[in-house]
């Protein structure tokens, strides 16, 4: 397809034809995650409407189904306030600032076998290094905003984030050791054979510590005591307004699709099939391309967001912290040597 | 190698886009009548008073101190995770070491109560 774009256009200067072919690539995967970006506000409403044995949206299109488009074009006419206290450059910038990091980490995220932006040597850490980065924009929002309530929203989630961040980082090492490279993409092969084979067996307490710290990165139930309504009203945005406010909530969601395809990339085996070296099945499921084993596997974490967000009440802001400090990183550690030693004396199937 | 980095420096710009574009469509295509009340900080109730820039619990500037040496502890643990097949037990056992003296640490920073919230 982008070979047929490259001919159309040869009439254009070399390196602009590869920037319009990048720009399009780019398109085709920022496109249906934000459309996705939408849909899962409904599914959400929907999910937790079922759950509390209510219908959820029903009314604007077919079963609700026009419902965050209409959110959407609502929030766009809305007025954009800019509190005459606020600094408001950084107010503008911040949005922004918290978005451009949870988009871009798609940029090296692998879909298929042959289906990436850029096959980056140190996808992993580029990963890490972009997601860091997140944390600014609510910083500068916190402060940018000049209100008590959106200041100490800011630093709640500052302290929160990056202490997850420790967690998550230990098992992103895990990760690296088993595999023995950086490379997205090499980290899927390295778990090719069966789904014995995923990382998810040996590297199972970094896994459910990653989702979790996944969880309480993206400030999500029941790690949302940033946005705590009853306490500090919404946090860090609460001064912030249509689509001012939308662009967290896009950067927040984007963040949530992309913990989910990298915990299914990094342990429940990315693009592979669930079936291969299952003798029958593998046959019979053989002809179905990779991306939908992987949008599957991303997809039932996206639901447990949801269903963590329905079922759990909110943690106690120390609770988090301790959590986050006196579990999830000592048991990292230790598992960090388990894996280390594991790799050392070839274990199973998984460390040859 | 270096040219695989230019999509994704693209795609940041393209990021910048996709933030940027709809909140200047909506600035243009919202209403704009502000006033006072309206553009005053929230608060509950009374006038907003004091500044909102106030002083803040210290243990926070704590946990980012305490961030930053366990996240470049990560920094330094990623080429270690890599070639370690290839250093052996020879690695492994220095970096132990490291990771013990760090636990220490760690062990002291709980023990004096740095990762007490009340």
């Known amino acids: ?41 409904l599914l959400e409403r929907k999910v937790i409407g079922y759950m509390q044995v209510r219908i959820g949206p029903n009314r604007v299109g077919p079963r609700g189904l026009l419902q965050p488009i209409a959110d959407g074009l609502k929030l766009i006419m809305k007025e954009t306030i800019i509190p005459t206290k606020a600094n408001r450059v950084l107010f503008i910038l911040a949005p922004v600032l918290t978005f451009i990091p949870a988009i871009t980490a798609f940029a090296v995220v692998p879909f298929d076998y042959e289906m990436y932006l850029s096959d980056v040597d140190a996808s ?130 984007t963040a949530m699709i992309l913990i989910s395809l990298l915990t ?64 999830f990183i ?23 | 190698m270096l040219e695989n980095y230019f999509p994704v420096l693209v795609f940041i710009v393209m990021g910048a886009i996709f933030g940027g574009a709809p909140m200047i469509i909506s600035m243009l295509a919202g209403p704009s009548k502000p006033d006072d009340e309206k553009l005053s900080p929230y608060e509950c109730g009374f006038e907003a008073f004091e500044d909102a820039r ?17 996240d470049l502890e990560i920094a330094f643990l990623f080429p270690w995770a890599i070639v370690l097949d290839e250093i052996g037990w020879f690695g492994f056992i220095g970096m132990f070491i490291f990771l013990l003296i760090l636990v220490i640490g760690f062990i002291y920073e709980w023990k004096k109560g740095a990762l007490e919230w009340e």
């Open chain 2, 54 to 70: 106030m002083k803040f619990d210290v243990r926070y500037y704590l946990v980012a101190i305490l961030f930053i040496i366990f």
């Open chain 1, 124 to 253: 992993l850490l580029f990963i890490l290094a972009i997601t860091s980065m997140g944390v600014y924009g609510i910083i500068i929002a916190g402060w940018a905003s000049n209100s008590k309530y959106a200041f100490l929203g800011a630093l709640r989630s500052a302290a929160q984030i990056v202490s997850y961040e420790i967690a998550m980082g230990f098992a992103l090492v895990g990760v690296l050791i088993a595999a023995g490279s950086l490379n997205l993409i090499d980290i899927v092969r390295a778990q090719e054979g069966s789904m014995l084979h995923w990382y998810w067996i040996p590297l199972f307490p970094l896994f459910v510590i990653y989702y979790l710290s996944g969880v309480a990165e993206t400030n999500r139930a029941p790690f949302d005591v940033a946005e705590g309504e009853s306490e500090i009203v919404a946090g860090f945005h609460v001064e912030y307004s249509a689509m001012t406010f939308s662009i967290f909530f896009l950067g927040e969601y």
């Open chain 1, 330 to 352: 000592p048991i990292t550690i230790v598992w960090l040597l388990v894996v280390g030693v594991a790799l050392l004396v070839d274990l199973g199937p998984w460390f040859d």
């Open chain 1, 264 to 327: 299914a990339i990094m342990f429940m085996g990315g693009w592979l099939s669930p079936f291969q070296g299952i003798p029958m099945l593998e046959e019979m499921f053989a002809f179905v391309p990779g991306i939908v084993w992987l949008l599957a596997k991303a997809f039932i974490f996206l639901f447990l967001f949801i269903w963590f967000r329905a079922t759990y009440p909110r943690y106690r802001y120390d609770q988090i912290m301790r959590l986050g400090w006196k579990v």
């Open chain 1, 1 to 41: 397809m982008f070979d047929l774009m490259r001919e159309a256009l040869s009439f254009l200067p070399q390196d602009l034809v590869t920037v319009l072919v990048i720009i399009s690539k780019i398109t085709i995967i920022a496109t249906p995650i934000l459309l996705s970006v939408a849909y899962i506000t």
